[in-house]
């Protein structure tokens, strides 16, 4: 199962995307200097075998590694966002060096935006591939073991529930004000509760990720994603309020990679206190 795991990661799509500090040349920050950005060559700097193509990469929920030697950098390309572990970023992701827990550093003309160059996402009307991805992750770096907190037991279920269940306790979820609306879908690493899929006003979702630790055993994190039916084509982003952090809790499920649906259970404790168990 853990081999299963392992070599389902380069087979996984990229969610979203962060940014941390990076240095240029001189040793000193380049975010908000567009000539630094346009000076600092991510490949030349962290690919010691020169240019590395996406499909070459170890990829999952939010990260990349490419093999590089630096620090963790941020990347986007038309489709989403990630941290590239080494700063080895893939051909055609454009870097951004706003740091983390700012990650739209920059200020253009319509607003706040993660680059000091012109860069857009060529295949996107509008900005959500960068703006509800970055979002999402951009307050720390991730990687493949990074704050992989979560317990996860592998166990076969006694007996699969009729229908998912949603039970809140306090939760700062949407999905918590209308649990009938939530949908469960999986991967071979991944759970991910969907709040009424499709919802033009409001999407939300919980996905879990599960993957080795550096000791061998199984982990997981679990991530909020938010976006909504307000994006434009600017080069703006900005900030969710109150997204709930997850800071413990418990993954119990039979087999991730299994042909048919996986049963379990995901408990997620909130910083704030409030709580979701998800049954399924």
């Known amino acids: 199962m853990i081999r299963r795991l392992i070599l389902a990661l380069v087979s996984l799509g990229v969610l979203a995307c962060g940014a941390e500090e990076d240095a240029g040349a001189d040793g000193e920050s380049s975010a908000g200097d567009a000539g630094a950005q346009a000076a600092f060559d991510p490949v030349a700097r962290n690919c010691p075998a020169g240019a590395v193509a996406i499909d070459e990469c170890t990829r999952g929920v939010g990260w990349v590694d490419c093999g590089g030697t630096g620090d963790p950098l941020m990347a986007c390309d038309d489709q989403g966002c990630a941290w590239f572990g ?26 706040a935006w993660p680059f000091a160059t012109d860069w857009f996402p060529a295949n996107a ?9 970055m979002d999402m992750i951009g307050d720390a770096p991730i990687s493949a073991t990074s704050a992989l907190d979560l317990s996860v037991t592998l166990a076969a279920a006694d007996s699969a529930p009729d229908e998912l269940g949603v039970d809140c306790e306090g939760s700062g979820l949407w999905m918590c004000r209308s649990t009938s609306q939530v949908s469960v879908t999986s991967t071979a690493t991944t759970l991910t509760f969907d709040r009424a899929p499709g919802t033009p006003l409001l999407t939300e979702r919980v996905i879990v990720e599960v993957l080795p630790r550096d ?5 997981a994190r679990a991530f909020v994603y938010y976006a909504d039916d307000v994006s434009t084509a600017d080069r703006a982003c900005g900030r969710w309020g109150d997204r709930p952090a997850f800071v413990d809790g418990e993954v119990i499920v039979d087999d991730l990679g299994a042909a048919e649906a996986p049963h379990g259970s995901v408990h997620l404790e909130e910083a704030d206190g409030g709580a979701v168990t998800f049954t399924f």
């Open 125 to 133: 009307y509008f900005n959500d591939p960068v703006c509800h991805g």
């Open 86 to 111: 080494g700063g080895c970023v893939a051909s055609g992701w454009e870097p951004s060096f706003c740091p983390a827990g700012d990650p739209f550093c920059e200020t253009t003309a319509d607003g």
């Open 215 to 219: 000791d061998g055993t199984l982990g």
